[in-house]
């Protein structure tokens, strides 16, 4: 992440997207429009509201030759709808482990994520208890799409 802050404390993790809200109308000017409307939802960041991305699960990863699709399922205790991002023009998908998985979830949870403009699309990085997703692609489509929490 180059402006996000991700920070391990004795207590748990330090998170502040702040230093990366402060560029973001800059960098919003430069990034394709999916990418920049989910970049500047005014939830995105905000802990306490159902859309944002903090404590989603990453369900699956599905990569075609330019083409990905993030599956993210809700923390029931946070999030009343599942989020779905698709991507087109895809260059590069990449999955960096760092931590070692502790519940029986894939991927982990979604600390924190960073969309940067680059010049023929974006990247967006996901930092996850379980390491980091790293997408460059032309554009995304964002979807939150509501769960049945009867089930």
């Avoid at 991002?85 to 260059?91: D, P």
């Amino acid at each position: 992440m180059k402006y996000v802050v991700i920070d391990l404390q004795p207590t748990g993790y330090w998170l502040d997207p702040e230093p990366y809200l402060g560029v973001l109308p800059e960098l919003a000017a430069k990034l394709p429009p999916g990418a920049r409307a989910f970049a500047e939802a005014p939830e995105h960041y905000d802990f306490s509201h159902v859309e944002c991305v903090k404590d989603l699960w990453l369900q699956s990863i599905e990569h075609t030759d330019d083409a990905a699709t993030l599956a993210f399922t809700a923390n029931k205790w946070k999030h009343d709808r599942d989020l779905t991002l698709t991507y087109s023009g895809v260059v590069e998908v990449t999955f960096e482990g760092q931590r070692q998985v502790c519940t029986d979830a894939r991927f982990g949870s979604l600390m924190l994520d960073e969309l940067l403009p680059t010049d023929t699309g974006f990247t967006h990085e996901f930092m996850l208890t379980s390491g980091i997703v790293k997408i460059t692609a032309r554009d995304l489509t964002a979807e939150w799409i509501a769960f049945d929490d009867t089930v």
